[in-house]
């Protein structure tokens, strides 16, 4: 019998060969009673180790390595609760010491952990201090012998001896790396990426041998003493902590003293719902409630619920938009306490979806924040609970496909070009063959080495590289976070993390919280503040008029360009057809343009049923009331799973579990087992299997891909208020979005395009005029009959430009704003004024930007003050437009000129050539010529054999759709051209218009140095 | 004076054009770009600075080489040599082209025109992308070729361009310059030359001016012309033939000479000379001496000679040789190490004999390596080469290794120690898997280095001797 003290796994990053599950699955064959997973100042694996021991019944014991050069290495086990505290704390203390990903100890440090048993891997002269370590601290320390049969009898001989002198035991371990020989290659893959080399190059630097894993008893009864062998089953049982022991306690500040956390938090429910429901709160929100608040009593969530509670009154009280998305938009407590913004009643949603008793999980509230102001509400955490009680969750980074090509390549001397010809070769949507079969089908890659480098990246993906912060995870506890986990610095300046990820929290049952930027909720408070400081009111949400017809109207016409989630092309061309008249529809728009339902060919269906091109029929009412709303077709989780409890009779905890499968059938294929369950239960309940096959079909699609119905209907909300905005404020909105970015799927270019076509006028930057940010200006021309605004650009579109610099000096431009150029000289370094002068800011004080350049470039400060300096006149041409075009481009990104379109217009190749208005007077199937600049590039995952090109040109965009034979034939033109002529067939479906490509041609000649990105997505 | 300005258009791709089969497409890249391509690869979209990934895309089959900057040199190097034939006054302009002075060949060629010609074919007979122009400055020259390669795609400029003509992106000003020019609407030479000199001075740098005076020949361009390379190859043809190796001892030595005297006016030294002794009949045969330390004395050379022709059999009778100094260094430029040694040392002496009576090959240094594999730990490096070194194993290893292992019978033999086990090398040949052990040999009581293979337990061998 034997137990393994001393096993690193990959959480030892770029050290450990395999993942903590392959330890303990091979601890558990080879007969072992424990196994210690003991990574280098890391408790990053233990969850994992922890999940996998709970599966193999092995005892996990838990314990990390820390490296002290000269005084060899020490591995500290943890043997109670309050050892565990205490290694917590090591760690931290020597994490945050140094900087990310690396730590700094000394000996004495290991005194805070005295209540681990200390193993120690002397080295071959251990120091004096380590030897008096290990005297003073005799009863818990052990001498740790590893026999990797590459040092000579004698070291380990002297190592015995030198326990004996010291009166300390000696223990046998394997000090796995790895937990089998066949990851020996992988392990000579991580030393070279380590130390930067190559594993021809790396020579001794690479171990001789595989002797570092998890062996067999009978070959360490060979290798060892009998008693220390049997020293390892004394050292484990004394280890008698288990994960499942951490108490996870939740930060009770919140509670006013001499008030019951649950007490305190109905009265600020009871407060909530008096507000959201003025007149009377419905009968079934008040039972609903009450279900609620039982359940949060019962599982003791009050706390936490009090938590996000105070972060978003800390917002609101700063103006900060927020809401609450995700499953917590199922809860109505939620709701009333003003963390989401859905109201359950309106929408059919699940609370057990959030919280349920079979789950048994804690909630996971994700609320979203301003972008530009979301520092604000961490700073604010951050100092309410202090940087011991509060930390940001970690993200594992892991090595993914591409970056396993790559690292693996170098470590076996690949060159490089013949990893980027193998990327391009490599087809990822294909998933219908492993990443080991492309690499090996390939001819990029030396046929001698082919099958090892693709072995090798196999077993490199999904490894973890390196600890990385979650994009806004809290963690929050009550008393110091470091007692729970090891804290350590992330990348960013401030910034502190613990060393396990959301998944981890989610098996051990800790809450967080995820503080979430959206760039929306910026641009919605900036135009409000806009609409308000123009008409002298305050304007709020609740100010927007609901389920305005006109805005429907707007978006049926598929003109969403700005608007929150429904702006991209699909969308745009889902409009028209889906014709959105209310809420519920937007909550099904934003949920349908997805690869889950295209993918599991919901969409078609769904459309014919609503344009009533086919009968919406149901197997049975239970069915028909959880599809009713969406006319017999699943589109959101909750439904799926509501169907496998009504039709299949699923228990609630069996239909999350189905819930979970589908979000990743694909890497495990636990689906398989779902599906006979489902069709089996279906079956006996007299449902036909055409049915329950088409539905397991429709599930399989969903994939990772699915909404659930609470996250669309919160994001439905900004969908609505954005589409509002833009339709009745559309100066405001666009003025709004300019002043967010970077944010959303347009261009400042392209949102002004459109605002244009909406009749808003924009006016240039000028110094005189213009502000840091983008402004509306009010206007009532002679004669009109009512004020309208116009958008005065902001200083801040011109590239190169620092905000601070330019704030102090529009604070002293005078109200009629600046006569020469002094001021601006003795405010702004050379290079600013020569940035403001190339975007043509300076027209109203120094002429055309030829002219402004000349003189801007000439400054010199005067050598006596008052003295003038007297230059020779010199007189420059203004540019041409086509120049005034280009340059604009190149110093702001966009141009309120002409359109480079309008200008080649007139070009004789151009000749027949229609722009996007003009489609609109062509006719199904006709041929047509359309030319415009390439904007955006896109092959969608969920269509492979298609590229959608977006073209762009004076009056719109044109959407040409380019098969894949068409895309072969033609790769260079659809690849290279920045400006595309397309001959094709038009193809039309009401308003929506597409152009199927035959022939490609590339006259980007035509724009000479026109230097507009196009965004290309995959 | 007239300049002629010979434009590489892609410098990296012509030293390599000879070796490269124009049906393929091809390119030099670095650092993940696309720098320059053959005619194949434009076909097929290929552009300048393109991404790798985006050319695999358009050209999956592209064969690809990396930027060889010692290569590139290399080959300039040598077609400057050749560019002397048409001007005693050639200059190489960094790694893009050559300016040549078409000054002063009046007596060879009739015009510049003729002379123009000439060098053209020559420059087509080469395989490359370029282009030629003439002004009456270097540095107007190169702008106009540069121009020309850019706008018209002609190899040869039949005309200069006019200064409205010259665009300003194609002159040599720095990028910052030019752009800002530009962004006041500059384009051209002619509007430059519109513009106040003081307040240009203000504008731009100081060295811009200056340059666009030598543009304009308001100013001379210094220049840094290439010069002959030297060399010695010398033949000698025999009065009769000599059918016996200790007969070449006398004609040799007048050829050495002869190099003696032209090493002392070329102020340089030799370490190698070549000698190929040619027969009436086909074949040469070669006598290669090389010496540690650079040499001019005639009698060093003689000495080597002498211990060479030891172990030298002519194959027929020579009738003539040739000798040629390779490996030449200017007087006073031998290495020395850091307690300055004298380069008449008697241990290179020693070396010197040794190499060239047994051949090069025979004179070896041991160094360390670091491998795991005892086959590769230990590695014999030809005399001269800085030594590897490695950390020593932790194990003994044995003084003598086999240089092939040879199969045991393991009974023959007591296990003397624990086991050493190399598991290692898997992307290599050979790989090994082995355990290893001291044993001593039963009968005679040597101690060996034996191992069993892994791959085959049972099989056991000898690697070598501790003793």
Known sequence: MFAELNARSNFSFLFGASHPHELVNRAKQLDYQAIAITDECSLSGVVRAYQACQESQLKLIVGSEFKLNQHGSFVLLVTSQLAYQQLCALITLARRRSGKGSYSIELEDLRIANQCLCLWAAPAQPSLQSLAFIKQNQSRCFMLLGETLNQPQQGLSNQRRLAQELGIECLASTQARMHHASRKPLADVLDAIRNHTTVQAAGQILQSNAEQRLLPLSTLEQRFHPQEIELSLKLSQRCQFCLSELKYQYPDDLVPEGEDASDYLRKLVSEGAAKRYPNAIPSAVQAQLKHELELIDEMQYCHYFLTIFDIVRFAKQREILCQGRGSAANSVVCYCLGITEVDPTKVNLLFERFISRERNEPPDIDVDFEHQRREEVIQYIYQKYGRERAALAATIISYRSRSALRQVAKALAIEEHRVVQLLSEIDWRDKSTSCYQKIVASQAVAISIRERYASLVEQLIGFPRHLSQHVGGFVIAKTSLSHLVPVENAAMVDRTIIQWDKDDLEALHLMKVDILALGMLSAIRRCLALMSERDHKTYQLSDIPREDSKTYDMLCEGDSVGVFQIESRAQINMLPRLRPRNYYDLVIEVAIVRPGPIQGDMVHPFLRRRQKLEAVDYPSDSVKSVLERTLGVPIFQEQVIKIAMVAANFSGGEADELRRAMASWKRNGKLDYFKHKLLDGMLNNGYELEFAERLFSQIQGFGEYGFPESHAASFALLVYISSWLKCHEPAAFCCALLNSQPMGFYSPSQLLQDAKRHGVEILPVDINYSHWDSSLVHRQPRGAQQASSAIRLGIRLVKGLHREKFIALLEQRPERGFVDLELLKRHLDATSLESLASADALLSLAGNRHQARWQMAGYEPPLVIGADIIEQAVELSAPKEVESVLQDYRTTGLSLRRHPMAILRAHPKLKNYRNSQQLFQGKHGQLVKVAGLVVGRQRPGSSADVTFVTLEDETGNINVVVWSATAKAQRSTLINAKLMMVHGVLEREAKVIHIIAGKLIDNSNLLEKLNLPSRDFR | ?467
């Open chain 2, 1 to 467: 004076m007239s300049w002629l300005y010979l434009y590489l258009c892609q410098p990296d791709l012509a030293a390599r054009c000879q070796q490269l089969d124009p049906a393929v497409a091809y390119a030099v890249h670095h650092d993940q770009q696309v720098l320059q391509f053959n005619q194949n690869a434009q076909n097929n979209g290929l552009k300048n600075n393109m991404k790798l990934a985006t050319a695999f895309h358009l050209q999956p089959n592209l064969q690809l080489f990396e930027q060889d900057k010692q290569l590139r040199l290399e080959h300039q190097f040598n077609l400057a040599q050749q560019l002397l034939d048409f001007s005693p006054q050639v200059a190489q302009d960094q790694e893009q082209g050559f300016f040549v002075n078409l000054e002063g060949m009046q007596n060879i060629y009739q015009d510049v025109q003729a002379q123009q010609q000439s060098l053209f074919d020559f420059c087509a007979g080469q395989g490359f992308d370029f282009c030629l122009a003439i002004d009456k400055t270097p540095l107007a020259a190169r702008w106009q070729a540069r121009q020309h390669a850019q706008v018209n795609q002609q190899q040869q400029a039949k005309k200069p361009l006019s200064h409205r003509q010259l665009h300003l992106v194609n002159c040599d000003l720095e990028p910052s310059h030019i752009n800002k020019l530009a962004a006041m609407g500059i384009y051209n030479l002619e509007q430059y030359q519109q513009l106040p000199r003081p307040e240009l001075r203000k504008r731009l740098s100081q060295s811009a001016l200056t340059y666009m005076q030598q543009v304009l020949g308001q100013l001379s361009t210094p220049m840094l012309f290439v010069e002959t390379k030297q060399q010695f190859i010398r033949k000698f043809e025999l009065l009769h033939e000599i059918s016996y190796s200790q007969g070449l001892c006398f004609p040799l030595n007048q050829a050495f000479e002869q190099l003696q005297q032209w090493l002392i006016q070329s102020q340089l030294q030799c370490s190698h000379l070549r000698i190929e002794l040619n027969a009436r009949e086909h074949g040469a045969q070669h006598i290669d001496l090389r010496s540690a330390q650079a040499q001019q004395a005639s009698q060093s050379w003689h000495t080597l000679l002498r211990l060479k022709l030891d172990n030298f059999r002519l194959n027929q009778a020579v009738i003539r040789f040739q000798v040629e100094a390779l490996d030449l260094i200017p007087v006073g430029q031998q290495s020395q190490d850091l307690f300055g040694t004298k380069h008449n040392s008697p241990d290179l002496d020693l070396l010197d004999r040794l190499q060239n009576r047994l051949g090069p090959d025979a004179v070896l240094q041991l160094g360390l390596n670091s491998d795991h594999r005892p086959e590769r730990s230990g590695v014999l490096q030809a005399y001269g080469q800085s030594l590897t070194s490695a950390p020593l194993p932790q194990f003994r290893r044995p003084l003598w290794l086999l240089p092939q292992v040879k199969a045991l019978n393991i009974h023959h033999y007591r296990l003397l120690s624990e086991v050493e086990r190399i598991v290692c090398a898997w992307w290599d040949t050979p790989s090994v898997q082995r355990d290893y052990y001291l044993a001593q040999h039963r009968q005679h009581h040597g101690l060996a280095w034996i191992f069993q293979e892994l791959r085959s337990p049972g099989r056991w061998f000898l690697h070598g001797w501790f003793s």
